[in-house]
C-alpha cells in the first residue's frame, strides 16, 4: 500500500467533518496516511489550546514521515516557484513538498498551491474525488 502525507488543511476541514474531507475514512481504514512532524506543529497547539487532547494524541500516534530538510534544496524550490509566478509559498509548504518528494509518497492537501508546484517538482498528488 502506497502512504499518503496529509496535509494540515485536510486535517483542519476534517475536523469540521466537511464533505471534502470525507475521503480520509478509506485511507484511515487501510492505514494508508501518515503525517510529519512539520504538519504535528501545525496542529497540535491548537488542539491542546482547545483542551482536544485525545485527538492531538491520535494524530501523534499516525505513522510519520521522516523529515530531513535540505535547505539549499528548499532555497531552489522557491526560486523556481518565483520564475513561474507560484508566488507566496511558504518555507513550511516547501518542506511538506519536500518531505513527499523524499518519501516517494503521495500528498493530500486542500490548498491549491500544491497543484500549482506539482508541475515544478514531479510529486505525487492524491486527488480529492
Known sequence: M???????????????GTEESKILFPL????????????????VPSLNHKRENE???L??????APLDIDWVDIMRMQTV????GINKVGIPDLIIVQNAI????????????????KG???????DLR
Open 2 to 16: 502506497n502512504k499518503v502525507l496529509v496535509d494540515s488543511s485536510v486535517w483542519i476541514s476534517f475536523f469540521k
Open 28 to 43: 484511515l481504514e487501510a492505514n494508508q496516511i501518515c503525517i510529519n512532524d512539520l504538519i504535528l506543529a501545525e496542529l
Open 55 to 57: 485527538i492531538a494524541k
Open 59 to 64: 494524530l501523534q500516534s499516525i505513522e510519520r
Open 81 to 84: 516557484n518565483l520564475k513561474h
Open 102 to 117: 523524499q518519501n516517494n509518497i503521495r500528498l493530500l492537501s486542500l490548498d491549491r498551491h500544491f497543484a500549482l508546484m
Open 120 to 126: 515544478q517538482f514531479g510529486f505525487k498528488m492524491m
